[in-house]
Nanobody
Framework: VQLQASGGGLVQAGGSLRLSCAASGRAISRYVMGWFRQAPGKEREFVAGISWSGGSTLYADSVKGRFTISRENAKNTVYLQMNSLKPEDTAVYYC???????????????????WGQGTQVTVSS
């Protein structure tokens, strides 16, 4: 499966962006999907994850209440709605698939075995 993230850009603090992760080559409907981010000089970190049906979600404390992960299996796409953006949200955002799980969402990078290229999100103060 190939993952393509898009929707990044430059936004002022307090603004919103919606990232999309479109999959091709294979359906992702049976996989847990996740979003991660990596800021300059920092390690890649978990942002949000969603179960195969969308019935379960998990968020990093730093984005809880501001970001929403969702998915449309019919479109083979996962989204990350980001509201109330802060300068510290600036990073390259990556989507990833955990092909070993349908329900249990892991926050660990090693739990995801398929990664897309990143999309840059820059939040100005």
């Amino acid at each position: 499966v190939q993952l393509q993230a898009s929707g990044g850009g430059l936004v002022q603090a307090g603004g919103s962006l919606r990232l999309s992760c479109a999959a091709s080559g294979r359906a992702i409907s049976r996989y847990v999907m996740g979003w991660f981010r990596q800021a300059p000089g920092k390690e890649r970190e978990f942002v949000a994850g969603i179960s195969w049906s969308g019935g379960s979600t998990l968020y990093a404390d730093s984005v809880k209440g501001r970001f929403t992960i969702s998915r449309e299996n019919a479109k083979n796409t996962v989204y990350l709605q980001m509201n109330s953006l802060k300068p510290e949200d600036t990073a390259v955002y990556y989507c990833a698939a955990d092909r070993s799980s349908m329900v249990v969402i892991t926050t660990l990078l090693v739990g995801y075995d398929c990664w897309g290229q990143g999309t840059q999100v820059t939040v100005s103060s």
